[in-house]
């Protein structure tokens, strides 16, 4: 079946340092690949996505491309922020998505 | 903007107690997901729905029901609850599946204790 391998967290950086998180997935075919991020106490927000291969996804500062090749969709920013703290999940699915385990990312002052 | 609603926002059950979750969207969507969220283990999904009328299964549906009698509410259902269920509950919805490039937008969670 598909399934999703994020690195372990907690991340540990600071302010304007630069992130990256590891994700690989396992899929027959190309499934869609996604970010998502969960502030604590609240739901997941879609972060950034890619649908094909070589696409890279982009927002507010944070990027991932879609490798076919490794199976890949790491997470990174250039300078992360404090307001960055948060859970980041990676995601791939077709009609339903098929989680991550998640990372925490703690960004100090 | 409500988007995705679940109520309630918390419950303390005992064990062998039954309750119903409920989720609204209004957005029109067609997909309606439920999910759980435990330490360690990611979101995994219990059971979906394509559509009014339609449900089917998830990586971890027993212990579960699930209706979608009307296109906006998708209801999750514990018959007997066992503390093996202690978890959040997330929904989520779509407008289509994924291959179709869109969005799932996730309600707010429900926490779920079950003594």
């Known amino acids: 079946g598909n399934s999703v391998t994020q690195m372990e967290g907690p991340v540990t950086l600071s302010e304007e340092a630069f992130l990256t998180i590891n994700c690989t997935y396992t899929?027959?075919?190309?499934?869609?690949l996604f970010w998502y991020v969960q502030y604590p106490g609240e739901g997941l927000q879609l972060l950034l996505k890619?649908?094909?291969?070589?696409d890279k996804g982009s927002n507010k500062g944070f990027e991932a491309t879609y490798r076919k090749e490794t199976t890949s969709f790491h997470l990174e920013k250039g300078s992360v922020q404090v307001s960055d703290s948060a859970v980041y999940f990676c995601a791939s699915g077709y009609s339903t998505l098929t989680f991550g385990k998640g990372t925490m990312l703690l960004v100090s002052p | 903007n409500a988007g995705v609603t679940q109520t309630p926002k918390f419950r303390v059950l005992k064990t062998g107690q039954s309750m119903t979750l409920l989720c609204a969207q209004d957005?029109?969507?067609?997909?309606m997901y439920w999910y759980r969220q435990d330490p360690g283990m990611g979101l995994r999904l219990i059971h979906y729905?394509?559509?009014?009328?339609?449900?089917a299964k998830g990586e971890v549906p027993d212990g579960y029901n699930v209706s979608r009698l009307k296109k906006q509410n998708f209801l999750l259902g514990l018959e007997s609850a066992a503390p093996s269920q202690t978890s959040v509950y997330f929904c989520?919805?779509?407008?289509?599946?994924?291959?179709?490039?869109?969005?799932?937008?996730f309600g707010q969670g429900t926490r779920l204790t079950v003594v």
């Open positions: 890619a649908t094909k291969a070589d």
């Open positions: 957005m029109n969507h067609e997909y």
């Open positions: 989520a919805s779509s407008y289509g599946g994924l291959r179709e490039n869109t969005e799932a937008f």
């Open positions: 729905s394509v559509g009014e009328g339609t449900t």
């Open positions: 899929a027959t075919g190309y499934p869609s």
